[in-house]
């Protein structure tokens, strides 16, 4: 009889041992989408410039391992957390600005793996398509460029219109305050204009004025002007 229990126990061990191997690689064939993640082109239409931007949220606990391969399933980001972190929650990354689009020709059209591992060994994988596609850029029709206008009034800033995109982002900063003050607000697409409140005008200001164009997938194109108001 204690054999057989024996036996029993080895094989209840054995079949335990099983299940858990087949688990765990379930888990590891299986893993959890980031919460958050996104890949787009963002381009200063003012400037000249563009760039690539990737960010994401992963779970609850932070990531020890981080890792993007290209469309050709090329590893072009690493990061990696000491053990005795916490490693990284959230993640922001942006690549260099060169003139023109030459950015865009190290990061090719097509669908990009991001994955990651956190801390408590949770599996993240997402994939992200990016898209070389462009908004329109808007023209800022008020105030012009280097214009100087009243302190202590609103003012009304105007755009042209941008067919087809899923939404504006207007950034409307006082540049000589300390610290910079930045209003960011995200419009819809059919709006063309904002009156900024008299109390953001104050006497001396420098400002800078963005409209940013959000593709739908993404992309954004952004507009600058600057203006100061009368002492």
């Known amino acids: 009889m204690s ?14 041992a099983v299940v858990m191997a087949v688990e ?3 888990a590891k064939a299986s893993p959890t989408p980031f919460e958050e993640a996104s890949m787009l082109v963002e381009q200063n239409a003012t400037d000249g410039d563009t760039e690539v931007v990737i ?26 957390a000491a053990d005795n972190t916490p490693g990284m929650r959230e993640f922001a990354f942006e690549t260099p600005e060169p003139p023109g689009e030459a950015v865009l020709a190290f990061y090719p059209e097509g669908k990009y793996v991001l994955y990651g591992e956190s801390t408590t060994g949770e599996v993240f994988r997402s994939v992200l398509t990016l898209s070389h596609e462009l908004p329109p850029a808007v023209t800022i029709l008020h105030p012009a460029q280097d214009a100087e206008v009243p302190a202590g009034q609103g003012l009304t800033i105007r755009w042209s ?14 540049e000589s ?8 607000l995200n419009l819809a697409p059919n ?15 420098e400002y800078q004025v963005g409209v940013q164009t959000v593709g739908e997938n993404g992309n954004i194109v952004a507009v600058e002007t600057t203006f100061t108001t009368a002492e």
């Not at 709006?191 to 200001?205: D, E, K, Y």
Request: aromatic content about 8%; glycine content about 8%; proline content about 6%.
């Open 24 to 26: 765990t690689n379930s």
């Open 191 to 205: 709006v063309t204009s904002f009156r900024i409140p008299a109390v953001l005008m104050v006497p001396g200001g």
């Open 161 to 174: 219109a941008a067919p087809g995109i899923e939404q504006f982002i207007l950034e409307f900063e006082n």
């Open 177 to 184: 305050a300390d610290p910079e003050q930045v209003l960011t």
């Open 3 to 16: 054999y057989l229990r024996l036996y029993a126990g080895l094989a209840m061990a054995a079949a335990s």
């Open 55 to 80: 960010s994401g949220t992963a779970g609850d606990e932070g990531l020890r391992r981080l890792y993007i391969k290209s469309p050709d399933r090329q590893r072009m980001t690493t990061l990696l």
